[in-house]
């Protein structure tokens, strides 16, 4: 008994199932008129049957699975059926550049199944493409004297072979059934030939299916990508615009005052208080339009420079007071870093979007906090409020893109918010997260590395 068919109808058997005389594929009018012999049509009956048992369970298969299971049951059956067959595989098309076959089938599932390991002819395997039809070898025949010298028959020994082009709408070729086998006493026959070629039929709608399918999740997929980005785009405008109040507001009072004020020095303030605004107006636009290509999937870009972010949170302390006009707003500057190398405007947004945030939702009354430590991979900032707090449940998700958590009526925003602070962090090189109890404010940290 062959080994590879060990558990099975051993291989002699098998043979006497499926060794019918040897007629032309295309038998003549003479031929067809002739009576049949009745032992012939005896011998071929188990044939048939098992033929058409085999292909019935592939059909079945194709219900379930265009995958690797249906392209095993597949190979299974023929080895089941065909007694001849001492080697069947499905490789995709075209080869590789090497010149190599990649099989549709990894070797473990391969291995499982039962199935060793095929060859395939390069020299058949273009024939059955090109010709865009199945190819039945027999290495006694004279119609493929070509195909018997070609360098990969040879070095296969192979004696007899079918290979079927699995084509897809368009007549584009996904794959090639390969079967074959090295013995010159035992070949493929016409009856082995036609029944692989309906398995490869089986497999050809198999597979367009599964591409079809995967098409249109593709095709899917972009879609859904496309309107995240635009709703990203939509709401980093009005993230923009809201943000964009401020400074607006700024302009409005200082404007008010310097039309209205005839004292040299108010007039200085607000003329100074005007152009600090429209400057900072002028980054917002820069820092979104950045947001943006964030927003794109391509990253951002640092420019750094030595900056004082002491400096930097009073001012736009200042400016938190100014927009709110309200000189008394309870925020403390506790940073003790003087020094830093970073990104002058990314930071400068990054303190702006943690205090506006902080502000938004702490009670009137609470308290903000802005303060640094040194750490071994650089400086740390945390901003701190005295809010409702963060469940732990939310504050995984907390930086990703629309994500508000809490009652998100209470305030008005667009989830992109902490999602630009964090693009924002991590094109400096550094990393952000939150520390909160219910109940008990939160505290947004992130490091800026040292170097």
């Known amino acids: 008994m062959d080994a590879r068919r060990e558990g099975g109808i051993p291989w002699e058997s098998k043979r006497s199932l499926v060794s019918l005389p040897t ?40 219900l379930k699975s265009t995958g690797a299971d249906l392209l095993a049951l597949a190979l299974r059956r023929i080895f089941d059926v065909v007694g001849a067959a001492q080697r069947v595989t499905v490789v995709a098309w075209p080869p590789a550049a090497d010149g190599k076959f990649e099989p549709l089938l990894p070797e473990d599932v391969l291995r499982r199944g039962g199935i060793p390991p095929s060859p395939v002819s390069a020299s058949m395997a273009r024939h059955a493409v090109e010709a865009r039809r199945a190819l039945y070898f027999l290495g006694t025949s004279s119609e493929h004297e070509d195909l018997r010298k070609a ?228 400086v740390i900032f945390g901003v701190s409020d005295s809010g409702v707090g963060i469940k732990p449940q939310d504050q995984q998700s907390l930086f990703g893109p629309f994500q508000r958590v809490g009652d998100v009526t209470a305030t008005k925003g667009t989830g992109l918010g902490l999602w630009i602070t964090r693009a924002l962090v991590e094109a400096n090189g550094g990393s952000i997260w939150v520390e909160s109890t219910p109940g008990q404010g939160a505290t947004f940290l992130f490091r800026i590395p040292a170097r």
Do not use: W
Request: negative net charge; proline residues 6%.
């Open 23 to 62: 007629r032309p594929l295309q038998p003549s009018a003479e031929a067809d008129a002739r009576p049949q012999d009745m032992a012939a049509i005896v011998r071929e009956a188990p044939m048939a049957q098992a033929s058409i048992d085999a292909l019935h369970d592939i059909a079945q298969q194709m």
């Open 151 to 378: 360098p990969s028959v040879l070095a296969n020994r192979i004696q007899s072979a079918v290979y079927v082009p699995l084509i897809a709408e368009g007549d584009n070729v996904l794959g090639l059934l390969c079967v074959d086998t090295p013995r010159p006493t035992s070949p493929l026959v016409p009856a082995d030939f036609h029944f692989i070629r309906a398995v490869g039929a089986l497999l050809s709608a198999a597979l367009a299916a599964e591409r079809i399918r995967d098409d249109a999740h593709r095709q899917e997929l972009v879609a859904r990508e496309e309107e995240v980005r635009r709703n990203a785009m939509t709401n980093c405008l009005r993230i923009a615009s809201h943000d964009l109040r401020n400074p607006l507001v700024v302009v409005q009072l200082a404007a008010h005052s310097l039309a209205t004020s005839s004292n040299e020095n108010t007039r200085t303030v607000m003329h100074d208080a005007i152009q600090n605004a429209v400057t900072r107006a002028t980054r917002l636009i820069d820092t979104y339009l950045e947001a943006s290509e964030a927003v794109a999937g391509r990253p951002l870009v640092a420019r750094k420079a030595t900056v004082d972010p002491r400096a930097m949170v009073d001012e736009e302390i200042a400016f938190l007071r100014a927009a709110y006009r309200d000189e008394a707003l309870p925020v403390e500057n506790e940073v003790a870093c003087r020094s830093l190398l970073a990104d002058p405007e990314k930071l400068r947004q990054i303190f702006a979007n943690l205090l506006s945030n902080a502000q938004k939702y702490s009670p009137d009354g609470g308290r903000i906090r802005v303060f640094s430590r040194e750490s071994a991979e650089g």
